[in-house]
């Protein structure tokens, strides 16, 4: 019991350190084949970067206005985790922007250089992630944060559990390797779980069944599709995923996440005008 509770440990501390800047032991044993056996706590990892996120949200909030205290928090998420996942969203653009075939599209990608869709890509959903975080309300803000960051890098390895890798080599063929069904169900525990703060949050505005159910209906629409939409595209072009597909899914999909919570509220005024 206690070296199966070591082993976890020591694969959420490796899922921590290959993910974010948190500084974590150094294994002198380290294989990379452990990292696949990390997957399960992809989503925690967003927890942790998303509370880091939420309590700059909260802190700064007490200083200054509500939009640079967003603007904060959105820093801080991109500096613990080195903009990772920001750069799998530029290169991604750019290859499929720029490239027309396989081979073509995996060598721009490759490329360290930003380009033009590149660029276009990293700002538009920068401005939109400070749009739709600031139009949302106060009381939920933080905690959409937490649940955003975690449901966004579960449907990561959903994308990495129903597709293949198609690189020989790359920053993420360590974990290229099918996600077990248990790893699946416990990541999918810690993707899913912090949306119980989201609710918890609507629920002090006196709201019913309807309510939850339309809730649950904004952001299941809006993360789906946009997961769904990404996963085609890329298997399509690419016949499966890399490092830099599944950084972009993150960015997609947490994006999407927020626009599907700022709908509901938008419905519910609706709703109670009508």
Known sequence: MLS????????????????TRIPVPVFEDFQEQELNHSAKYFPLVGILVGAAGAAMLVVAGWI??????????????????????????????????????????????????????????????LFAKFQLLSALPAQSLAYVLIAAHALSRLCAV????????????????????????????VATLFGLLPLVLVYWSVASNSV??????????????????????????????????TGDCLGAAQQITELAFYLGVLAYFGFINLLNSL
């Not at 976890?8 to 921590?16: D, F, N, P």
């Not at 653009?93 to 490329?111: H, P, V």
């Not at 809006?222 to 399509?236: D, M, P, Q, T």
């Open 158 to 185: 959903y994308m990495m559990a129903t597709l293949s890798y198609v690189k020989a080599a790359g920053k993420a063929k360590p974990l290229a390797s099918k996600v077990r069904a248990g790893d699946l169900t």
């Open 64 to 125: 200054f206005p509500a939009n640079v205290a967003v603007l904060l928090s959105m820093a801080t998420t991109i500096y613990m985790t080195g903009a990772f996942h920001e750069d799998g969203l530029a290169d991604s653009a750019d290859g499929l922007g720029g490239g027309w075939d396989r081979e073509r599209i995996l060598t721009i990608m490759q490329d360290s250089r930003l380009g033009t869709y590149g660029a276009l890509a990293l700002f538009l959903v």
């Open 208 to 241: 019913n069944v309807r309510d939850y159910v339309l809730l649950t209906l904004s952001w299941l629409v809006s993360v789906g599709f946009a997961g769904y939409w990404w996963r085609r595209k890329i298997r399509h072009w690419l016949g499966g995923y």
């Open 4 to 19: 199966c509770l070591c082993r976890e440990w020591r694969y959420l501390l490796l899922a921590v350190g290959f993910f």
